[in-house]
């Protein structure tokens, strides 16, 4: 393959199929002639690798600011909390950047792999799972302890465009719709479905949702068509309302998020004490540092919550910066996306993007108490060893496709 650097701003191209250009969902390219491009490998994407870097330093600032009264109160060390963080953080960049330098190809052939390996993670926590905050969820090997439903996330992606990539002439047969939608529609639905199943028997409601989004989401880049989706999109709604509202403890969930102030003591406490965190930090905020929900009142306040003392302590301004930042990371994984000149890549590209963004969304929605409360992590954000490591490796696969694009010969 040829090597060229500074190819991050060519012009946006299609991916290239069996020598056909293909759209981000599928569809043949009219106007790209693909003998006036090569296909070509630089550096990473610098824009993308620039943000990466601003995140986990403005997170890691505000894990310290948020936590540092909780853990002297409860461990006697104000620094206890940041001190894991950052520690998760350098193992996270040591991966991100092993992962940067891995070989598409090697991402493609271990796809497969990742997605068993990960089945039996959850099947294992089911079994032999650490319990914590009420729910049996994570593996504890010794000093490691980490959470399977995570792990399951990543390797789903790989999964899913390893199979579209693979399949994609059966999945897509115009001439026998039989064959197209056994293997457009059914396989890629008994993958993700397989995954929803295991995490479901967690009792991990927010695990469900973000998995099946981004199953979906997958299905629809490759190319899938939107009636099926939205029919399949449906059902699935519809089997995670019925979770939630046949099932005690998310019922209670849904009647604290309807009602948080006639439960101030009882479930809805974080919630308000989140909302007053927000409120008082008005446009400018009251000072990093300066929080005052973080004492005892927004109770560990590093974790799901951290949103909320960044908008206390940084006021609008702050969010807003979080919201942008985010934004411009999604923004070039996009890009990078419309620029790979393989399907598999492209796939996985849209697929760890919309994760981030996706996450981003559901957890400020449920600091704001516009949907219940389902224990999501911002990411780079929020407190949290296995979360981390992952999103650093995803960020590290991406940067690793950004290294290939078409270019004009």
Same mark, same amino acid.
């Given at each position: 393959m040829t090597e060229k650097k500074n190819m991050r701003n060519a012009a946006p191209t299609p991916a290239v199929r069996n020598g056909t250009a293909v759209t981000p969902r599928g569809e043949k390219s009219?106007?790209?002639?693909?003998?006036?491009?090569?296909?070509?490998?630089?550096? &990473?994407?610098?824009?993308?690798?620039?943000?990466?870097?601003?995140?986990?330093?403005?997170?890691?600032?505000?894990? @310290?600011?948020?936590?540092y009264a909780d853990a002297e109160t409860r461990y006697g060390d104000s620094f206890y909390f940041i001190k894991r963080q950052t520690a998760m953080v350098v193992i996270g960049l040591v991966f991100m950047v092993v992962a940067s330098r891995v070989k598409?190809? #090697?991402?493609?052939?271990?796809?497969?792999?990742?997605?068993?390996?990960?089945?039996? %993670?959850?099947?294992? &926590? =089911?079994?032999?799972?650490? !319990?914590?905050?009420?729910?049996?969820?994570?593996?504890?090997?010794?000093?490691?302890?980490?959470?399977?439903?995570?792990?399951?996330?990543?390797?789903?992606?790989?999964?899913?465009?390893?199979?579209?990539?693979?399949?994609?002439d059966k999945a897509f047969d115009v001439k026998?719709?039989?064959?197209?939608?056994?293997?457009? !529609?059914?396989?890629?639905?008994?993958?993700?479905?397989?995954?929803?199943? =295991?995490?479901?028997? *967690?009792?991990?409601? /927010?695990?469900?949702? #973000?998995?099946?989004?981004?199953?979906?989401?997958?299905?629809?880049?490759?190319?899938?068509?939107?009636?099926?989706?939205?029919?399949?999109?449906?059902?699935?709604?519809a089997g995670v309302a019925a979770i939630a509202f046949l099932t005690d403890y998310t019922k209670r969930r849904i009647d604290i998020w309807?009602?948080? *102030? %006639?439960?101030? +003591?009882?479930?809805?406490?974080?919630?308000? +004490?989140?909302l007053r965190a927000i409120g008082s930090g008005g446009f400018f905020g009251l000072g990093l540092g300066?929080?005052?929900?973080?004492?005892?009142?927004?109770s560990q306040p590093q974790n799901d919550f951290i949103f909320t003392i960044t908008c206390e302590e940084l006021g609008f301004i702050g969010a807003a910066a979080v919201i942008i930042l985010f934004s411009i990371? $999604?923004?070039?994984?996009?890009?990078?996306?419309?620029?790979?000149?393989?399907? @598999? /890549?492209?796939?996985?590209?849209?697929?760890i993007s919309f994760k981030v963004a996706l996450q981003v969304v559901l957890n400020i929605a449920v600091v704001t108490n516009s949907i219940p409360n389902t224990g999501i992590s911002?990411?780079?954000?929020?407190?949290?060893?296995?979360?981390? $490591?992952?999103?650093?490796?995803?960020?590290?696969?991406? %940067?690793? #496709?950004?290294r290939y694009s078409l270019q004009k010969r």
């Open positions: 009219k106007e790209f002639n693909p003998d006036e491009y090569v296909a070509v490998r630089g550096g &990473v994407d610098s824009f993308l690798l620039f943000t990466i870097l601003i995140l986990l330093a403005f997170g890691l600032i505000m894990v @310290f600011s948020a936590s598409v190809e #090697i991402y493609r052939g271990l796809a497969p792999l990742a997605y068993i390996v990960s089945a039996v %993670l959850l099947i294992l &926590v =089911l079994f032999m799972g650490d !319990t914590g905050g009420g729910a049996q969820r994570w593996i504890e090997l010794g000093p490691l302890r980490f959470q399977p439903s995570e792990i399951a996330k990543y390797s789903l992606i790989l999964t899913l465009a390893w199979y579209y990539s693979k399949f994609h026998n719709p039989r064959i197209s939608n056994w293997y457009g !529609t059914m396989i890629p639905l008994f993958l993700i479905g397989g995954i929803c199943v =295991l995490v479901m028997l *967690e009792k991990h409601l /927010s695990g469900i949702i #973000i998995i099946g989004c981004i199953g979906l989401m997958v299905m629809f880049v490759s190319g899938i068509k939107l009636k099926l989706l939205g029919l399949f999109g449906g059902i699935a709604v309807q009602n948080p *102030e %006639l439960y101030p +003591q009882d479930g809805g406490w974080q919630t308000l +004490q989140g300066n929080s005052r929900q973080k004492y005892s009142y927004v990371l $999604v923004w070039r994984g996009v890009v990078i996306a419309l620029r790979t000149p393989d399907r @598999f /890549s492209q796939l996985v590209a849209i697929g911002l990411p780079f954000f929020s407190y949290g060893g296995t979360a981390m $490591v992952v999103q650093l490796v995803e960020m590290g696969t991406l %940067l690793a #496709i950004s």
